[in-house]
């Protein structure tokens, strides 16, 4: 990035940060010379010369976004709470949440009590010194670019009154209505590599140290209609955009049957349901009505959260103002959702017992353990062919019975005799039965545990990771990232890279140089380095290194 040193209009210098020390020390490793470094960032040439004296200090340096000087008072575990306060800011942006100053500094203040605790050296008398003041708000405020708007609204608790209301409004907005025409999409996550709590594969993982694999969770948004003859492709989020066993199978994201998605908490965002919604709700239900010779009128049911808010209607496409959206109140949600009532629970069910029919299959007459196939070859790929299949087994009765409390209207009698009795799950009963052939102890109170803490957060939509569960989802994705950028860096030469990010730097330059707005447009340029170019400069790290351990060979 080139950073114009100047504000339009103003004689007023801008203060050099750490990473425009950075830039400039890069700049001049690629061959830049100095005087053109004094004009770009209009200093004299011995600030420059000063700067690359400094050099092996500078670059040991990881200070936050905005810092200027490398200081004693400021204390480092400061530069890591900023980081992952702006990721967190980011998220809840990314997710259509609004947050304020006070909600921001609270964060802030926990993170670095979590850091505290948790880094080697550290001690409460730090804590004491970081207050989360609003002049260190201020100044995170300007070198970040953040704004702050009002929160949105905590749900409340669920009122029976409120849903009872809705019911009878619900009644009347269905008028006209066919059963195929009315939808219902709910979100859940998944924790797709987790065994019941008891078993002895789950009590060796939890005490390895730092590896949660059972943990990884990705998330799922559901669709269908009242009359059940219509599932729609499911959204699934993860945390990475190519995981490793894409590559080994072979898999074209395309050809899967969920539209695959990604960010870093593996979160449902407002532009990833409006993309949903447009190339995959939108095109399904009109070839459907079509087919079905019905007309093309469609009521979708849906949660009233961060990621899909009342404006979603306007995000349609124009071939799609068929479509009417009608939300649910954030506090009546569980109580209605017709994806809360059973599908999801079912969904749950059928991928337990079918991922433990694949264990046993793979187990069963091979030298392959148990424990070696959850640990080598269970990966996200089966997993994904596993949704695939339990969503296929959520049957037409499941679908329309989910719609019997907020829509009685759509509800066949006839095809649900006895759906309702007091009789164990048959499921649940094959899950057990199938554990306890391969040795696991496992019960039917087990399944439910298991069933009801994957999806618990179906109660609570806006319930954030832990700082600790936050770090760990980071680090396991640069992880991955860094494995990925290893794999393809053979593909690429360094003389295209270094083309690129000249090109780069030159955009950058024009627009922090003409753009009226320099906050927005330096966070905007920060966080393109951050999440894009930062990649490439990996890979040329990575081939420097290679060339220079060929050479301490050679000699």
């Known amino acids: 990035m080139s950073s114009t040193n100047k504000q339009e209009g103003s004689n007023k210098r801008i203060k050099i940060t750490v990473q425009m020390k950075r830039e400039i020390i890069e700049k001049r490793e690629r061959g830049v010379n100095v ?85 080697p050296g550290s001690s409460t008398s730090e804590e004491e010194v970081f207050k989360a003041s609003r002049g260190w708000f201020e100044k995170f405020k300007r070198r970040t670019g953040i704004h702050s708007v009002a929160r949105h609204g905590e749900a409340a608790s669920s009122d029976l009154k409120t849903a009872k209301n809705f019911i009878r409004d619900f009644k009347k907005m ?29 009590t060796e993982e939890n005490a390895l140290l730092g590896h949660k694999p059972m943990r990884d969770q990705l998330r799922l948004l559901f669709c269908a209609n009242a009359s059940g003859d219509l599932k729609i492709k499911p959204l699934l989020v993860y945390h990475t955009e190519t995981p490793r066993a894409f590559k080994k199978c072979n898999v074209q994201k395309s050809r899967l049957n969920v539209m695959w998605r990604s960010n870093d908490k593996a979160k449902m965002t407002r532009d990833i349901i409006t993309n949903w919604m447009n ?47 009608q939300f649910l109140p954030s506090n009546i949600a569980s109580l209605l959702q017709p994806m809360n009532q059973l599908v999801i629970s079912n969904f749950k069910k059928l991928y ?24 080598d070859h269970f990966h996200v790929v089966a997993c994904l062919r596993i949704i695939d299949q339990a969503w296929e087994g959520v049957t037409k009765r499941t679908l329309n019975f989910a719609w019997k409390k907020i829509w009685p209207e759509s ?45 618990a957060d179906h109660q609570d939509d806006n319930r954030e990771l832990t700082n600790e569960q936050f770090s760990e989802v980071q680090r396991l994705s640069k992880q991955e990232a860094a494995e990925q950028t290893s794999e393809t860096a053979n593909q690429q030469s360094s003389g295209g890279i270094k083309e690129m990010l000249r090109a780069w730097e030159t955009v950058a330059s024009y627009v922090e140089k003409h753009h009226p707005n320099k906050t927005v447009t330096m966070r905007a340029v920060n966080l393109f380095n951050d999440n894009v170019v930062s990649h490439f400069h990996q890979i040329l790290k990575q081939k420097q290194m290679s060339l220079d351990s060929f050479l301490v060979k050679k000699n």
């Open 35 to 119: 005087a053109d470094l004094a004009r770009t960032y209009n200093r004299s040439t011995s600030t420059i010369c000063t700067i690359l004296k400094n050099k092996d200090k500078i670059k040991e340096v990881d200070a936050s976004k905005g810092v200027t000087r490398i200081s004693t008072q400021r204390l480092r575990i400061l530069d890591d709470v900023e980081r992952l306060l702006l990721r967190w800011i980011n998220e809840k942006q990314l997710q259509g949440d609004a947050i304020n100053e006070n909600i921001i500094c609270q964060k802030a203040k926990a993170i670095f009590a979590d850091l505290v605790k948790r880094t």
């Open 174 to 202: 269905s008028e006209g209505y066919l059963p195929q025409q009315v939808f219902s999409c709910g979100e859940t996550s998944l924790f797709w590599k987790k065994m019941p709590r008891r078993t002895y594969i789950m």
């Open 411 to 455: 509800f066949v009698e006839r095809v649900f005799e006895g759906f309702e009795t007091g009789s164990v799950d048959p499921i649940i009963n094959d899950i057990v039965s199938l554990a306890n052939i391969m040795g696991l102890e496992v019960d039917s109170n087990d399944i439910d545990e298991l069933v009801e803490e994957t999806r």
């Open 279 to 325: 190339e995959v709700f939108g095109p399904f239900v009109k070839k459907y009505l079509l087919e079905m010779n019905l007309p093309l009128r469609v009521l979708l049911v849906m949660d009233d959260a961060p990621a899909h808010p009342v404006g979603l209607q306007d995000d349609l496409l124009e071939e799609f103002n068929f479509i009417r959206i």
């Open 352 to 375: 337990i017992k079918i991922l433990f029919e694949h264990c046993f299959e793979m187990t069963e007459g091979t030298s392959l353990t148990l424990r070696e196939f959850w640990r």
